[in-house]
């Protein structure tokens, strides 16, 4: 349990919760193991409308059958399912580049840290914001 709590304290997102927050986050939290190849989301599905923190190894995003980008240890993914209503169908593919061990958080807990942590709000609305200006959007590409 103290690696969950020190890789959720390492994430920008979750660094400057209370020790409360990351007590209860490391607690809910789930480590689920992929081997390499595996899928870990599918596009389309509505399926596993998880938020995942990367412990270990690297995914590949493809989206439309072309690999996007690529994360690794501490990075994330998954805060558009974890924040919007259910059945939304997700945006692209996760599939384990490597092994991978990742944490998983559900729906249920990000959007309560939404709702009771504006500093934790305003971190997953940076890093979305970072993420759509990476992608090309041409509302946001000049946030830094």
């Known amino acids: 349990m103290a690696d969950v709590r020190e890789l959720l304290r390492s994430s920008p997102l979750f660094s400057d919760l209370s020790e409360g927050h990351i007590d209860s986050l490391a607690r809910a939290a789930k ?9 870990i989301v599918e596009e389309g599905h509505t399926a596993g409308a ?13 989206k439309g059958g072309r690999k996007v980008t690529s994360f690794g240890p501490g ?30 958080l559900t729906r249920w807990e990000v959007k309560g840290l ?23 959007a041409p509302e946001v590409s000049d946030i830094q």
């Open 114 to 136: 939404v709702k009771t942590d504006p500093d934790f709000a305003i971190a997953m609305m940076r890093s979305l914001l970072q993420r759509l200006a990476a992608a090309g």
């Open 31 to 39: 480590i689920r193991s992929f081997p390499q190849g595996s899928k």
């Open 75 to 104: 990075e994330h993914f998954g805060e558009v399912a974890a924040l919007s209503d259910l059945d939304t169908p997700r945006s692209a593919d996760v599939v384990a580049a490597t092994d991978v061990e990742a944490l998983q």
């Open 50 to 62: 998880g938020f995942w923190l990367i412990m270990s190894g690297t995914v590949d995003v493809i």
